[in-house]
């Protein structure tokens, strides 16, 4: 499982976007769940106090919208139904439509530069999780509900309404996670009954709540932290001051000296109620060779068997800090429109391309 600190944000029944700290359910490459949290990366706008005047355009009014029904809109039954909305030009001009703003807003995201260009057809086609955009598979529009809303056959995005991380919210898609998602299920029984971390004959975690750096010999849960150092000082684990921050409270007297990233991890893990947190910076021994040797070299299982991985993604060093935690703040950027009465619709920017543009999407490891 991981926890991303970038972009949009869905759950088992429902996709939420905000571009700060978020979450995302889903199955990453190593085929684990993911939860997702960073910061904003396309520029988003709410509109649902929308423009006077405003009402959906010739095309888009042929699309039979019914706020009751789930999903709300009809024709689009089979992956092979679509509808067509003209061209590129002839989408963008429709500034009245609210449903033509959304689709040249996830155009305008698109790398692709023939999307842009006349006669590029565009088309709403079926998504496993809304209606897609053609040529734009990396974001799906979906319908906009209360975050109380539980059951539905579509993914629906969750309108985002604070300014700091809502950490019910993050566990109940853990929650989600550990019903619904096989290969999460199938770690607990990978977990060997000893570590098996090669090398490794204790693995370090910090103790959140003791404040200090403990040694565990047994399985237990814990979460990881994986973020950019960049070129910003970072307080290290050494020889030397191993033994003083073994002692409880140890973590607070030099909580000033920690990078903001690492602070607010801690705090994140505090939040979803986990105990242990593995940090390379303070868990390795950063001046023993062998040590370094010894973690590095099992890196990809002390990742696979933590609980769940927090991905600073929106940070290009470690002091950047996760949006929505500790001091730092994140804006509240959604793109919504109002369609018709009971009936919003917003973008859901998929997690892969959200990360291409980070500079966490560049760095060597972790």
């Known amino acids: 499982m991981q926890l991303f600190e970038l972009f949009p944000s869905r759950d088992g029944h429902g996709a939420g976007q905000d571009l700060s700290v978020k979450a995302q359910e889903g199955v990453s490459s190593s085929g684990k769940a993911s939860l997702a949290v960073e910061r904003s990366s396309p520029q988003v706008y709410d509109s649902t106090a929308s423009m006077e005047h405003d009402q959906l355009c010739t095309m888009c009014s042929l699309i039979k919208f019914d706020p009751q ?3 709300p809109w009809a024709g689009f039954e089979s992956y092979k139904d679509r509808h067509a909305l003209g061209t590129f030009g002839d989408v963008s001009r429709r500034k009245r439509c609210p449903l033509c703003r959304l689709v040249c807003h996830v155009l305008g995201n698109s790398r692709d530069a023939s999307v842009h260009q006349e006669p590029y ?4 086609e079926r998504h496993e999780i809304g209606l897609n955009v053609r040529g734009c598979s990396f974001a799906v529009i979906s319908p906009v509900v209360d975050p109380s ?4 056959k579509y993914r629906w995005s969750f309108p985002i309404s604070q300014k700091r991380v809502d950490y019910n919210r993050l566990l109940y898609w853990i929650d989600c996670c550990i019903a619904k998602h096989e290969d999460c299920r199938v770690k607990e029984f990978r977990r060997p009954a000893h570590l098996g971390f090669g090398e490794i004959a204790k693995l370090r975690l910090i103790d959140v709540v003791e404040r200090r750096i403990v040694e565990v010999q047994m399985p237990t849960n814990y979460v990881a932290l994986s973020y950019v150092w960049g070129g910003v000082p970072n307080f290290r684990l050494t020889t030397n001051n191993l033994p003083a921050l073994s002692k409880p409270g140890a973590i607070t007297k030099i909580w000033h000296r920690l990078p903001r990233t690492i602070r607010d991890a801690i705090e994140v893990t505090e939040g979803l109620k986990e105990r242990y947190l593995w940090v390379d910076s303070l868990c390795l021994i950063q001046n023993d060779r062998t040590d370094m040797k010894n973690g590095i070299v099992v ?12 991905i600073a993604a929106s940070g290009s060093h470690a002091d950047a800090g996760l949006p929505g935690v500790g001091c730092t703040s994140r804006p509240i950027t959604q793109y919504i429109e109002h369609i018709q009465p009971g009936l919003d619709l917003a973008v859901y920017f998929d997690i892969e391309h959200l990360l291409s543009q980070t ?8």
């Open 69 to 71: 029904a789930d999903p």
């Open 121 to 124: 057809e565009v088309y709403l």
């Open 149 to 152: 809303f539980r059951q539905a």
């Open 299 to 310: 890196m990809d299982l002390i990742y696979e068997l933590a609980n769940l991985t927090i």
């Open 359 to 366: 500079a966490y999407n560049r760095r060597g490891w972790t």
